[in-house]
């Protein structure tokens, strides 16, 4: 047995205040925190939570140490309310993809979302709400970034451990692939022919889809410096469609730039195809 | 295990009694791996009879492209090298190095030391020799020995197979790594009609080879062996050519090809993780909510992973260029300086794992056929990112 070693890290002055703000989402990322049954209790001992509507109808006034902050800005309301949460957060972290790219919702911004309104609700004029679903960065400036659709509970229990110890979060920017080879599952793009999204699409998931054959969609958003257009062009020429790889970029994370643009050069030449080429 | 280069004892094992040969094994204490279906493909993981392994199964492989085919005979091991690598077993993806606890005296260090089971595998190929050897050299022969390797890679009984077949994939002819299994085995089979040559190429070999149900290899039976490994070497179509390949890389860093391949190349790290060769890992503290239990974690990561190169202010191969460039220059020249071999066996894997069809053979020979000025100085500065 090695000898201990003399040293232990100074006391943390007082428990970090944290905030759960909740915008245009289905709650999803927000429950990853209550389904960390096993660590919750560890979690209210080391923070507090000073506002969690899901929670808790009790909440604290501001300043927070911490704000997650769940959801997209699709109304004129949640536009001015967002400023308000980040002037009372001292270290803003968007959680899951409506966050951090506009999420699904996101969807309406290619389409009239005036005839949305007019096909589901019965009186539309009663409803205020913005032409398009805005990631929160395009609004305030964002610390930290927490992706997936919903998030992974071991990546939000890293953002937790790593504001009480008082370090930056640790999450890794590389695509789906890797983890697929740890776990040892076999490639489905490869092996299969299935459009996997996997090797531009960041990790944190643990690589669930591949190992149920199913291709990966995309939840976690575009990987560090994906090179969506050689992926787009090499399924193309192996037999996918326009039809397919539309809608696997313009899904959870259909406004995040890269997939954004690289599904729209997607639209574009299929508009070029149809028409014989000619544009 | 002994690297014996000689083969010790020939016989001749009947078909119906490569059961035999597991069950003695695990009679022994080895847990036996070897090749079996799952996912779509031919992949490594227990076995515990003959019964599991891809009798009469073929694998179809080109860049990019893997499918699994019924095979017109029962052969056991008609098939070549799958997505899986013994490396996994050897080189775990995911360990633990170290553990700390805080306790009222300070912290408390420790070196998890479980015992790693002993492994048999069963069908390994001749580059994959030649690939355990090549990581014998980065884990066990170097200033630092690993010990979740050696203690691994000691306990092993290798049992190899020789080729029959081999994949459009195959090139170990060019790097003259097999077919033909050379040693670094205890056992090896040639799979013929009725049967396997068996050879043994260590004592462990030996005393396994003598307790089990053989009978004298003929005249025959040798000519058939011989000629289904021919089969394999007819077989082969890629070639690379690795004369010189050295210095044609590191003379060619600003080749327009590394361009022309990161317009294509995902930087997805599959080629890497494939590889048996590859062994780069990342080491991470992970702490508990209280920090008071902090374990090191390892895990297999790759020169494709952005962080990968992050230093202190920043990412030092900010590109994809940048990194396929060193992963192809160090696999296939820096690789000689550092291990004094090639890290490239010739097996395939990465061309056919690749989602974007890269096949490094096209890589080195585009570069062969225009390369630039042999007189420049093997630059290492990168003069671009
Ligand atoms: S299954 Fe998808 S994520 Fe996994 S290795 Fe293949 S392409 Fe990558
Ligand atoms: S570089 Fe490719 S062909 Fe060479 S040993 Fe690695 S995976 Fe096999
Ligand atoms: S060469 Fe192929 S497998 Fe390797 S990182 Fe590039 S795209 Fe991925």
């Given amino acids: ?279 | 295990m002994d690297c014996g280069t000689e083969v010790r004892r020939t016989e001749f094992l009947p078909t119906d009694q490569l059961s035999t040969l597991i069950a003695t094994l695990r009679a022994d204490g080895f847990r036996t791996i070897g090749p079996t279906i799952d996912q779509g493909a031919i992949i490594y993981d227990e076995i515990e009879s003959a019964d599991e392994l891809p009798r009469g199964w073929t694998d179809r492989q080109e860049a990019g492209k893997y499918r699994l085919e019924k095979r017109d005979d029962d052969a056991y091991f008609g098939y070549v090298v799958g997505p899986h690598s013994w490396k996994r077993f050897l080189f775990p993806p995911s360990a633990v190095v170290a553990t700390a606890d805080r306790g009222d005296a300070g912290w408390d260090l420790r070196t998890p030391d479980h015992e790693p089971p002993r492994y048999a595998f069963l069908g390994v190929r001749a580059c994959e020799i030649a690939a355990m050897k090549v990581q014998d050299r980065v884990f066990l022969e170097g200033p630092y020995v690993d010990p979740i390797y050696k203690k691994r890679r000691d306990a092993a009984f290798i049992v190899a197979v020789n080729c029959t077949q081999a994949a459009s994939t195959c090139f170990c002819t060019s790097m003259q790594t097999g077919p033909r299994c050379k040693g670094g085995f205890d056992l090896a089979l040639t799979e013929i009609d009725g049967g396997f040559i068996i050879e043994s190429g260590s004592a462990a070999g030996d005393d396994v080879l003598q307790r089990l149900p053989t009978a004298p290899a003929d005249e025959t039976a040798f000519a058939r062996a011989e000629s289904a490994r021919q089969q394999a070497v007819d077989q082969i179509t890629k070639t690379m050519d690795a004369e010189g390949l050295r210095d044609l890389l590191l003379q060619n860093l600003d080749h327009p090809r590394w361009d022309e391949v990161a317009t294509r190349c995902l930087s997805c790290t599959n080629c890497t993780m494939v590889c048996p060769t590859c062994f780069c890992s990342s080491v991470s503290e992970v702490s508990d909510l209280t920090g008071d239990h902090v374990e090191r974690h390892r895990q297999w990561d790759s020169c494709f992973n952005i962080d990968f190169s992050y230093m202190n202010g920043g990412v030092v191969r900010n590109g994809i260029r940048s990194r396929y460039r060193q992963w192809l220059t160090h696999k296939l020249a820096s690789w000689h300086d550092q291990f004094d071999t090639s890290g490239c066996v010739g097996c395939g894997r990465c061309i056919t794992w690749c989602p974007v069809e890269i096949d490094l053979t096209e890589e080195v020979a585009a570069i062969r056929r225009s390369p630039g000025d042999p007189s420049r100085p093997a630059a290492d500065t990168e003069s671009k990112p």
């Fill in chain 1, 1 to 279: 047995m090695n000898p201990p070693i003399q040293q232990t890290l100074p006391p943390i002055a007082r428990k970090q205040r944290l905030a759960v703000f909740k915008f245009a989402s289905c709650d999803g990322c927000q429950l990853s925190l209550l389904d960390c049954e096993d660590e919750l209790l560890a979690v209210a001992e080391a923070v507090e939570i000073a506002y969690f509507l899901e929670a808790s109808s009790h909440f604290e006034p501001g300043p927070y140490d911490v704000a997650l902050v769940e959801g997209s800005i699709t109304t004129p309301h949640d536009a001015e309310r967002i400023q308000e949460v980040r002037r009372q957060s001292r270290f803003l972290v968007t959680i899951g993809a409506c966050a951090t790219s506009g999420g699904i919702q996101s969807l309406k911004n290619w389409a009239d979302h005036q005839e949305f309104l007019r096909c589901v609700y019965a009186r539309p004029e009663y409803i205020s709400t913005l032409n398009d679903s805005t990631a929160i960065a395009d609004h305030v400036t964002v610390d930290f970034e927490l992706r997936g659709c919903p998030i992974n509970r071991h990546q939000l229990l890293e953002v937790l451990k790593s504001l009480i110890s008082g370090r930056r979060p640790r999450t890794p920017t590389h695509s789906v692939c890797l983890d697929c080879k740890r776990r040892g599952t076999v490639c489905v793009e490869v092996a299969q022919g299935i459009p996997c999204l996997g090797p531009i699409t960041q990790t944190g998931c643990g690589a669930i889809c591949p190992s149920y054959d199913r291709g990966c969609y995309g939840c976690y958003g575009p990987a560090a410096q994906p090179n969506c257009d050689s992926l787009t062009s090499q399924y193309l020429n192996t037999g996918s469609t326009h039809e397919t790889l539309i809608p696997l970029l313009h899904n959870f994370n259909a406004d995040s730039p890269p997939f954004r643009d690289a599904g729209n050069r997607l639209r574009q030449s299929a508009v070029l195809d149809s028409s014989g080429g000619r544009p």
